[in-house]
Protein backbone atom coordinates (compact mmCIF):
# COMPACT_ATOMS: atom_id res chain seq x y z
CA UNK A 1 0.00 0.00 0.00
CA UNK A 2 1.08 3.11 -0.95
CA UNK A 3 1.47 5.28 2.67
CA UNK A 4 0.80 8.67 3.13
CA UNK A 5 2.47 11.40 5.10
CA UNK A 6 0.49 14.46 6.25
CA UNK A 7 1.46 17.48 8.50
CA UNK A 8 1.09 19.33 10.25
CA UNK A 9 -1.49 17.28 12.52
CA UNK A 10 -2.47 20.72 13.84
CA UNK A 11 -2.50 24.30 13.09
CA UNK A 12 -3.74 27.42 14.55
CA UNK A 13 -3.89 30.68 12.26
CA UNK A 14 -4.88 34.00 12.75
CA UNK A 15 -7.51 34.80 10.18
CA UNK A 16 -6.23 36.67 6.87
CA UNK A 17 -2.77 34.25 7.12
CA UNK A 18 -2.44 32.03 4.28
CA UNK A 19 -1.79 28.60 5.80
CA UNK A 20 -0.35 25.79 3.82
CA UNK A 21 -0.56 21.20 4.54
CA UNK A 22 1.48 19.01 3.14
CA UNK A 23 1.34 15.60 2.22
CA UNK A 24 4.33 13.12 0.59
CA UNK A 25 3.76 9.57 -0.95
CA UNK A 26 5.65 6.83 -0.19
CA UNK A 27 6.01 6.42 -4.04
CA UNK A 28 5.32 8.66 -7.56
CA UNK A 29 1.18 8.98 -7.27
CA UNK A 30 1.76 10.76 -10.84
CA UNK A 31 -0.79 13.68 -9.12
CA UNK A 32 -3.89 11.06 -8.47
CA UNK A 33 -3.85 13.13 -5.29
CA UNK A 34 -7.24 14.75 -3.84
CA UNK A 35 -7.65 16.88 -0.65
CA UNK A 36 -11.24 16.96 1.28
CA UNK A 37 -12.18 19.29 4.46
CA UNK A 38 -14.27 17.96 6.69
CA UNK A 39 -15.96 20.57 9.45
CA UNK A 40 -16.98 19.12 12.62
CA UNK A 41 -19.98 17.48 12.65
CA UNK A 42 -20.29 16.94 8.81
CA UNK A 43 -19.24 14.61 6.40
CA UNK A 44 -15.93 15.28 3.68
CA UNK A 45 -15.83 17.43 1.37
CA UNK A 46 -14.12 17.60 -1.65
CA UNK A 47 -11.40 20.29 -2.48
CA UNK A 48 -9.03 19.28 -4.43
CA UNK A 49 -8.19 16.46 -7.24
CA UNK A 50 -5.46 15.50 -9.53
CA UNK A 51 -3.35 17.45 -7.14
CA UNK A 52 -4.13 21.01 -8.58
CA UNK A 53 -7.60 21.19 -9.75
CA UNK A 54 -10.19 23.02 -7.64
CA UNK A 55 -13.71 21.13 -7.03
CA UNK A 56 -16.58 22.69 -8.66
CA UNK A 57 -17.98 25.80 -6.02
CA UNK A 58 -14.52 25.39 -4.12
CA UNK A 59 -13.65 29.00 -3.19
CA UNK A 60 -10.30 30.13 -5.26
CA UNK A 61 -8.65 30.83 -2.28
CA UNK A 62 -7.70 27.10 -2.31
CA UNK A 63 -4.69 25.60 -4.02
CA UNK A 64 -2.98 22.51 -4.68
CA UNK A 65 0.07 22.03 -6.00
CA UNK A 66 3.01 19.28 -5.93
CA UNK A 67 4.13 16.32 -8.06
CA UNK A 68 5.50 13.04 -7.45
CA UNK A 69 5.46 12.33 -3.84
CA UNK A 70 5.44 15.78 -2.67
CA UNK A 71 2.02 17.46 -2.53
CA UNK A 72 0.49 20.90 -0.90
CA UNK A 73 -2.58 22.92 -0.17
CA UNK A 74 -2.84 26.01 0.45
CA UNK A 75 -5.30 28.16 1.86
CA UNK A 76 -5.10 32.04 1.54
CA UNK A 77 -6.69 34.60 3.36
CA UNK A 78 -7.80 32.08 5.92
CA UNK A 79 -11.57 32.44 6.62
CA UNK A 80 -13.26 31.60 10.49
CA UNK A 81 -15.38 28.79 7.92
CA UNK A 82 -12.38 27.39 7.03
CA UNK A 83 -11.86 25.83 10.54
CA UNK A 84 -11.74 21.81 9.83
CA UNK A 85 -9.69 18.73 9.28
CA UNK A 86 -8.39 18.46 5.85
CA UNK A 87 -7.28 14.75 4.78
CA UNK A 88 -5.17 13.91 1.48
CA UNK A 89 -6.18 10.52 -0.74
CA UNK A 90 -4.42 9.12 -2.99
CA UNK A 91 -5.55 7.80 -5.79
CA UNK A 92 -3.06 6.67 -8.07
CA UNK A 93 -2.80 2.95 -6.86
CA UNK A 94 -5.06 0.61 -4.94
CA UNK A 95 -6.17 0.79 -2.13
CA UNK A 96 -6.29 4.30 -2.19
CA UNK A 97 -5.23 5.68 0.81
CA UNK A 98 -5.65 8.43 3.10
CA UNK A 99 -2.96 10.85 4.84
CA UNK A 100 -3.67 11.36 8.81
CA UNK A 101 -5.42 14.21 9.14
CA UNK A 102 -5.10 18.04 9.27
CA UNK A 103 -6.89 20.25 12.21
CA UNK A 104 -6.88 23.84 11.15
CA UNK A 105 -7.90 26.05 14.04
CA UNK A 106 -8.13 29.84 14.51
CA UNK A 107 -5.94 32.00 16.29
CA UNK B 1 -27.68 16.59 -6.53
CA UNK B 2 -26.51 13.22 -5.37
CA UNK B 3 -27.39 12.61 -1.48
CA UNK B 4 -26.10 9.51 -0.20
CA UNK B 5 -27.80 8.67 3.66
CA UNK B 6 -26.31 5.58 5.70
CA UNK B 7 -28.03 3.67 7.71
CA UNK B 8 -27.94 0.63 9.98
CA UNK B 9 -27.31 -0.09 13.79
CA UNK B 10 -25.35 1.66 15.98
CA UNK B 11 -23.83 -1.08 18.49
CA UNK B 12 -22.86 -4.44 16.39
CA UNK B 13 -21.56 -7.26 19.25
CA UNK B 14 -18.10 -9.11 18.40
CA UNK B 15 -18.30 -11.70 15.83
CA UNK B 16 -21.26 -10.28 14.61
CA UNK B 17 -21.81 -8.97 11.05
CA UNK B 18 -22.09 -5.19 10.80
CA UNK B 19 -24.84 -4.12 7.85
CA UNK B 20 -25.33 -0.98 6.73
CA UNK B 21 -27.49 0.89 3.93
CA UNK B 22 -26.66 3.50 1.94
CA UNK B 23 -29.14 5.01 0.12
CA UNK B 24 -28.87 7.25 -2.78
CA UNK B 25 -31.16 10.07 -4.58
CA UNK B 26 -30.73 12.35 -7.19
CA UNK B 27 -29.15 9.69 -9.58
CA UNK B 28 -29.32 6.12 -10.15
CA UNK B 29 -26.48 4.20 -9.21
CA UNK B 30 -26.41 2.00 -12.47
CA UNK B 31 -26.35 5.06 -14.52
CA UNK B 32 -22.74 5.28 -13.67
CA UNK B 33 -19.63 6.32 -11.03
CA UNK B 34 -18.45 3.86 -8.61
CA UNK B 35 -20.02 3.61 -4.96
CA UNK B 36 -17.73 3.43 -2.21
CA UNK B 37 -17.90 3.08 1.50
CA UNK B 38 -15.17 4.73 3.81
CA UNK B 39 -14.40 4.88 7.37
CA UNK B 40 -13.15 6.75 10.02
CA UNK B 41 -12.01 5.31 13.11
CA UNK B 42 -11.62 7.43 16.40
CA UNK B 43 -8.22 9.24 16.21
CA UNK B 44 -8.95 9.93 12.76
CA UNK B 45 -7.43 7.48 10.44
CA UNK B 46 -9.17 7.23 7.27
CA UNK B 47 -10.04 3.81 5.12
CA UNK B 48 -11.26 3.18 1.79
CA UNK B 49 -12.74 0.15 2.37
CA UNK B 50 -14.35 -0.98 -1.40
CA UNK B 51 -16.71 -0.09 -3.87
CA UNK B 52 -19.53 -1.17 -6.40
CA UNK B 53 -19.37 0.30 -10.23
CA UNK B 54 -22.80 1.11 -11.78
CA UNK B 55 -22.22 -2.45 -13.43
CA UNK B 56 -22.59 -3.83 -10.89
CA UNK B 57 -18.32 -5.18 -9.60
CA UNK B 58 -16.45 -4.62 -7.04
CA UNK B 59 -13.57 -4.18 -5.67
CA UNK B 60 -12.19 -4.38 -1.87
CA UNK B 61 -9.29 -2.78 0.36
CA UNK B 62 -7.22 -6.12 0.55
CA UNK B 63 -7.08 -5.62 3.95
CA UNK B 64 -10.74 -6.51 4.05
CA UNK B 65 -11.36 -9.04 1.62
CA UNK B 66 -11.66 -11.89 3.46
CA UNK B 67 -14.84 -10.11 5.76
CA UNK B 68 -16.03 -7.38 3.43
CA UNK B 69 -19.00 -8.19 1.06
CA UNK B 70 -20.53 -4.94 -1.07
CA UNK B 71 -24.07 -5.15 -2.72
CA UNK B 72 -26.90 -3.59 -4.00
CA UNK B 73 -30.43 -3.01 -4.74
CA UNK B 74 -31.28 -1.72 -8.09
CA UNK B 75 -34.39 -1.48 -7.46
CA UNK B 76 -34.70 0.95 -4.49
CA UNK B 77 -31.16 2.37 -5.17
CA UNK B 78 -29.10 1.62 -2.44
CA UNK B 79 -26.39 -0.37 -2.32
CA UNK B 80 -25.13 -2.50 1.11
CA UNK B 81 -21.84 -2.91 3.51
CA UNK B 82 -21.26 -6.11 5.16
CA UNK B 83 -18.43 -6.92 7.53
CA UNK B 84 -18.36 -10.10 9.25
CA UNK B 85 -16.52 -11.23 12.38
CA UNK B 86 -16.23 -7.53 14.11
CA UNK B 87 -13.98 -7.12 16.41
CA UNK B 88 -13.78 -3.51 18.97
CA UNK B 89 -11.40 -2.22 16.08
CA UNK B 90 -14.20 -2.09 13.65
CA UNK B 91 -15.56 0.52 15.33
CA UNK B 92 -16.02 3.43 13.10
CA UNK B 93 -18.07 5.71 11.55
CA UNK B 94 -18.92 4.53 8.09
CA UNK B 95 -19.68 6.46 5.07
CA UNK B 96 -20.78 5.71 1.51
CA UNK B 97 -19.89 8.28 -1.27
CA UNK B 98 -20.19 8.41 -5.17
CA UNK B 99 -16.89 7.80 -6.53
CA UNK B 100 -15.91 9.28 -9.89
CA UNK B 101 -12.42 8.97 -11.50
CA UNK B 102 -11.16 7.26 -8.02
CA UNK B 103 -12.64 10.50 -6.19
CA UNK B 104 -15.15 11.07 -3.72
CA UNK B 105 -17.06 13.77 -4.15
CA UNK B 106 -20.17 13.29 -2.96
CA UNK B 107 -20.73 11.44 1.14
CA UNK B 108 -23.17 10.43 3.27
CA UNK B 109 -23.55 12.14 7.11
CA UNK B 110 -21.56 8.50 8.20
CA UNK B 111 -23.10 6.33 10.45
CA UNK B 112 -21.26 5.50 14.03
CA UNK B 113 -20.98 2.16 15.22
CA UNK B 114 -20.04 0.87 17.88
CA UNK B 115 -18.48 -3.24 18.70
CA UNK B 116 -18.59 -3.95 22.01
CA UNK B 117 -20.59 -6.45 23.96
Known amino acids: DIQMTQSPASLSASLGETVTIECRAS??????LAWYQQKPGKSPQLLIYNANSLHTGVPSRFSGSGSGTQYSLKINSLQSEDVASYFCQQYYNYPFTFGSGTKLEIK | EIQLQESGPGLVKPSQSLSLTCSVTGYTITSGYDWSWIRKFPGNKMEWMGYISYSGSTNYNPSLKSRISITRDTSKNQFFLQLNSVTTEDTATYYC??????????WGQGASVTVSS
Open chain 2, 97 to 106: AETEGDVMDA
Open chain 1, 27 to 32: EDIYNG
